[in-house]
């Protein structure tokens, strides 16, 4: 089965800390993916990479950025946190076959 | 943007009762996957359709992909307690981004 490793699955950090969340899969999927999941809001799109050293928006980046510079290894990097990016946050690999995203279990991260 | 909607929010029943959650697009889509996320827990893939009125069946689950690939439901007969969870689906539009917008969930709340 693939595997999909986050960090550390509780984590405080404070205002303006610089804070790194990683993300390690053991499949050799290409593509790689950073979601939030907020109560009523479902899972949204940060970033995703599709391929070492490559990466793209999602449908909210800002206040993040990704580093990719191995294929097994995607990281999110909140430049200096603030109090609206605590959240769930959720990484995914695919192969983009059929067999859809494999997750983590999730970071949940708290800024005080 | 594309948007994908799932209906109901919140569905409570009883054991034994049967429970549908309703996926629709704005946009047609390539393929629709459905996820199960269970209380604490992270996305499980569940499923994925591709063909225009496919129909699979996993044991008690059912999912459709409507005709005109813009809709797909997700039936469960005789539900258990081990249903429980949020039922999201997943779907990149038709020729545009490979990347797949997920529904916001319904969140399934079965009582013995």
């Known amino acids: 089965d693939v595997k999909v490793t986050q960090s550390s699955r509780y984590l405080v950090k404070r205002t303006g800390e610089k804070v790194f969340l990683e993300c390690v899969q053991d499949?050799?999927?290409?593509?790689m993916f950073w979601y939030r999941q907020d109560p009523g809001l479902g899972l949204r799109l940060i970033y995703f990479?599709?391929?070492?050293?490559?990466?793209e928006k999602g449908d909210i980046p800002e206040g993040y950025s990704v580093s990719r510079e191995k294929k097994e290894r995607f990281s999110l990097i909140l430049e200096s946190a603030s109090t609206n990016q605590t959240s769930m946050y959720l990484c995914?690999?695919?192969?983009?076959?059929?067999?859809?995203?494999?997750f983590g279990s999730g970071t949940r991260l708290t800024v005080v | 943007g594309q948007q994908v909607m799932q209906i109901p929010q919140y569905q409570h029943v009883q054991e034994g009762e049967d429970f549908t959650t309703y996926c629709n697009s704005s946009?047609?889509?390539?393929?629709i996957q459905w996820y199960k996320q269970r209380p604490g827990g992270h996305p499980v893939f569940l499923i994925q359709?591709?063909?225009?009125?496919e129909v699979k069946k996993q044991k008690r689950l059912t999912f459709q992909f409507g005709e005109a690939k813009k809709n797909s439901s997700l039936h469960i007969t005789a539900t258990q307690t081990t249903d429980v969870g949020t039922y999201f689906c997943?779907?990149?539009?038709?020729?545009?981004?490979?990347?797949?917008?997920f529904g916001r969930g319904t969140s399934l709340i079965v009582h013995p």
């Open positions: 990479s599709y391929d070492v050293k490559m990466k």
């Open positions: 499949m050799d999927h290409e593509n």
């Open positions: 359709l591709v063909k225009s009125g």
């Open positions: 946009t047609t889509l390539s393929n």
């Open positions: 995914a690999s695919s192969s983009g076959g059929a067999r859809g995203y494999t």
């Open positions: 997943a779907g990149p539009p038709t020729g545009g981004s490979y990347i797949p917008t």
